[in-house]
């Protein structure tokens, strides 16, 4: 009889609530449903149900009705959620991934690096690099000229998701225009210099960059940008998931989700646009060409990544530009979207890249401490 393969997540503290993994828990409940339908047994987990000595983790599974707790082996890889948004023990979260690579456990899906450090990778990668917007870190001098030659940027920290932090800006007679996400609100506003308008738009501490803004389709008045999705499955080789529009809110210039967009199958968009079948093709085959050679350039500078999200702007012209690629990725867009296989598929994806870490290695939790 064929071993069990135990894929275990670690997260932050969990909330006693019908909710308790914050808004990760529907996509958790969906893990462990399709992970049971590859014969995988995932259960999610904070550093204090682990036992170092007996090798035993207690952790939480959905039954299909409930929560329950249990206590399970050691996983034969681990699939690192723990955000910062999470209430979290960051030190024991730390201390824990420690042990885990000392007892040899795969853990996945490691950070990636900051957005200056992905896009200097991709600048080595002929695939890659005629895609790319330009993009300087953020100074007042680099803004300057990046406005005097563009005439829009966007400006954005240089680690991080989900569309906050991120700025727009525009050079206008008399000033530049801005409008800044932040706390889940939009901040619009007008002033006068190059130095306001960095000040507006930065976070004291945190680098930040600045990027030519592509002038995208727009879909009813409303920007979108391209998410596809990249995973690792049981033959440990990248594959595309699927491919989604993401739309921004009415007036906003950013395209997230949880910011008040929508989420479209990416041919609806684009037929609207005006575009034939072969461009259309076209436009999916670059796309899906960006987002592997992004995944595996990341996969050469970053160690044990499974899954990413790869975010791709079509301008007028429908040439692709790689906007970013995230670790952290969500596949809400692929169900909202109705787009059903493509959503099984990217909610069943770590269940599957754990059986290809088990069979790599069964079991390598003997050594360490």
Request: contains cysteine; hydrophobic residues 40%.
């Amino acid at each position: 009889m064929a071993e069990d393969v135990y894929l275990g997540v670690l997260v932050g503290k969990r909330k006693a609530s019908s909710r308790p993994y914050h808004e990760q828990t529907t996509f958790f409940r969906r893990l462990i449903t399709e992970g049971k339908n590859i014969g995988v047994k995932v259960y999610i987990f904070s550093p204090s149900g682990i036992s170092w000595k007996k090798r035993r983790i207690r952790g939480w599974t959905w039954t299909g009705r409930r929560w329950v707790s249990a206590v399970y082996p050691f996983p034969h890889a681990v699939y690192d959620r723990v955000s910062p948004r999470m209430i979290a023990d960051f030190r024991a979260v730390v201390r824990a991934r420690a042990r885990f690579a000392r007892r040899r456990i795969p853990r996945f899906n490691t950070r990636i690096g900051s957005k200056w450090r992905l896009h200097k990778v991709f600048m080595k990668d002929p695939v890659l690099a005629p895609a790319l917007p330009h993009t300087r870190l953020l100074t007042r001098a680099s803004l300057d000229a990046m406005l005097r030659r563009y005439g829009e940027v966007y400006i954005k920290p240089a680690s991080g998701g989900q569309g906050k932090g991120v700025s727009w800006a525009r050079k206008v007679p008399g000033g530049y225009l801005y409008c800044k996400s932040a706390g889940g609100r939009t901040r619009r506003g007008r002033v006068a210099t190059v130095a306001a308008l960095a000040a507006r738009c930065a976070y004291r501490g945190r680098a930040m960059l600045v990027q030519q803004a592509i002038p995208v389709l727009t879909y009813r008045r409303r920007v979108f940008d391209v998410r596809a999705l990249v995973q690792r499955r049981e033959d440990g080789e990248w594959a595309l998931t699927g491919m989604v529009a993401r739309l921004g809110a009415p007036s906003r210039k950013v395209t997230n989700i949880h910011a008040g967009g929508k989420a479209l199958p990416l041919e609806t968009v684009l037929e609207e646009s005006g575009a034939g079948p072969d461009v259309i093709e076209g436009v999916r085959a670059r796309v899906e060409e960006l987002a592997l050679a992004a995944a595996n350039a990341v996969a050469r500078s970053s160690q044990h990544v499974g899954e990413l999200g790869v975010d791709v702007a079509v301008d007028k012209e429908y040439r692709c530009w790689l906007i970013e690629v995230n670790s952290r990725t969500g596949r809400i867009s692929f169900h909202r979207a109705g787009m059903k296989e493509e959503a099984r598929k990217a909610d069943q994806g770590p269940a599957a890249y754990a059986r290809f870490l088990a069979g790599r290695g069964r079991h390598g939790v003997q050594g360490g401490a």
